[in-house]
């Protein structure tokens, strides 16, 4: 038989643990403005997948002496984040040799160049479905001549719009990006394409900036937003659409999940296959609607009514018959009414806007799927549920769980 010693073995005959050394600090370049409302939420999507998932040093927005972005002399790094702009940035930077991900699509999407960028075809869908559900049959795009961004805003929108049997009217001034114009020059090229458009129109610029650009000269010409010109700028920058006059919807493009898909994709080139060199297109969180598209332009007053009345009431849970006992009209007019304008019945844009409603409410982490749904008018969480996968393909979990990558995670004291 075999005794077990009552004395603990002496310290000297204990093996030690194998210690594992902790991963050395990687050093990574992220070339993305800091400047920009866009430029730092995608920074904080970087930032937060490091802090989960690695032990990295991040040199933020480094600039030249002409103040123009490049990763300065003897740097020594493990990877590149960067948003790039010219052919010749792109050159400098695969020079380095090292893991690079492109975060923009100014030069790209281009084969052998690894990148994450904004699903535009998603863009252009969702632009097009904001004006439609406010009746509007006629469409334009504004985007001046420009090397801050490509083509491929404006050329999924317009291919969107023909699809829908529309005419696009596409802002062309005559001039090339680079030349330089006066400001009283640019104002007038803008302001004669304007006077030009057929009215009502929904108009999508390429970003906040040119859509506040678009705006102020509609209100220095006397043109009514959005009245004459509804105004939806093509990303969201919470300072120029909140002071624009007015205030600009916008779509609310996935900056942050955008650089977290990034540095996922990064750390992978840099642990696995430097090699990969992936597109990976993030769709937009959804459009952010203000006044600058707050008009029906529908010429039947009854179901402007209707369509108010819903907009202002199915959070409440409300009914068809809610709606006839607030406009005098039949249901069998309105059901009629609302195909013609809409190709939808009264229903179905209850229960539209009320899963537009959710989707903005499920990029709120610290609200329950059951909050989530009662605000939106549900009587119960599994209702809500059923009508949202059958409308999405998704469960409002998983929809989240997309929604929410590369946000951190709200931490609740007990």
């Known amino acids: 038989m075999i005794r077990e010693s009552a004395h603990p073995p002496s310290p000297e005959n204990v093996t030690p643990p194998v210690q594992t050394p902790p991963e050395a600090l990687k050093q990574i370049a992220v070339l993305v403005e800091t400047d920009s409302s866009a430029g730092c939420r995608l920074i904080r999507g970087i930032s937060n997948y490091a802090d989960r998932h690695g032990r990295w040093h991040l040199l933020l927005d480094p600039r030249d002496h002409e103040h123009r972005s490049a990763l300065p002399d003897g740097w020594q790094g493990h990877g590149i984040i960067a948003r790039i702009t010219s052919q010749k940035q792109l050159e ?50 504004f985007a001046p ?18 699809e829908a049997d529309y005419e696009c009217h596409l802002f062309k001034p005559g001039y090339r990006p680079g030349r330089r114009l006066s400001w009283a020059e640019r104002l007038r090229r803008v302001e004669r394409w304007i006077r030009s458009l057929p009215r ?23 043109i009514r937003v959005p009245d004459d010109i509804a105004v939806l700028a093509g990303s969201l920058d919470e300072l120029l659409c909140d002071v624009s006059t007015p205030p600009l919807s916008s779509i609310n493009v996935a900056s942050e999940r955008i650089g977290h898909e990034a540095a996922a994709l990064l750390n992978s080139m840099m642990h696995e296959d430097p090699t990969q060199t992936p597109t990976i297109e993030v769709p937009p969180r959804g459009v952010r609607s ?24 199915a959070h409440h849970g409300i009914s068809v018959l809610d709606i006839l006992r607030e406009v005098p009209i039949s249901r069998r007019s309105l059901e009629i009414q609302f195909q013609r304008y809409l190709g939808r019945s009264p229903a179905r844009e209850i229960r539209r806007v009320q899963l537009e409603k959710s989707r903005e409410l499920l990029g709120h982490s610290e609200l329950s799927i059951t909050e989530v749904a009662i605000a939106c008018g549900f009587s119960n969480a599994t209702r809500f549920g059923v009508a949202f996968k059958r409308d999405t393909g998704k469960t409002p979990q998983a929809f989240r769980r997309d929604l929410l990558a590369g946000h951190r995670p709200t931490t609740i004291g007990v």
């Open 145 to 162: 001549p420009s090397t801050d961004y490509s083509k491929r805003r404006g050329e999924a929108f317009a291919e969107r719009v023909e």
């Open 200 to 222: 009502p129109i929904g108009v999508l610029a390429v970003d906040a900036s040119r859509a506040r650009q678009l705006a102020e000269i509609c209100h220095l010409t006397g």
């Open 290 to 313: 203000r006044q600058s598209t707050d008009l029906l332009s529908i010429d039947e007053q009854d179901v402007v009514d209707a369509l108010r009345f819903i907009r202002n009431n």
């Open 92 to 141: 400098k930077l695969r020079a380095r040799r090292l893991p690079l991900v492109n975060v923009d699509d100014v030069v790209g999407p281009e084969e052998g160049l690894a990148s994450v960028i904004t699903d535009e075809r998603e863009l252009a869908e969702m632009a097009m479905s904001h004006f439609l559900d406010r009746g509007f049959r006629r469409f334009g795009y």
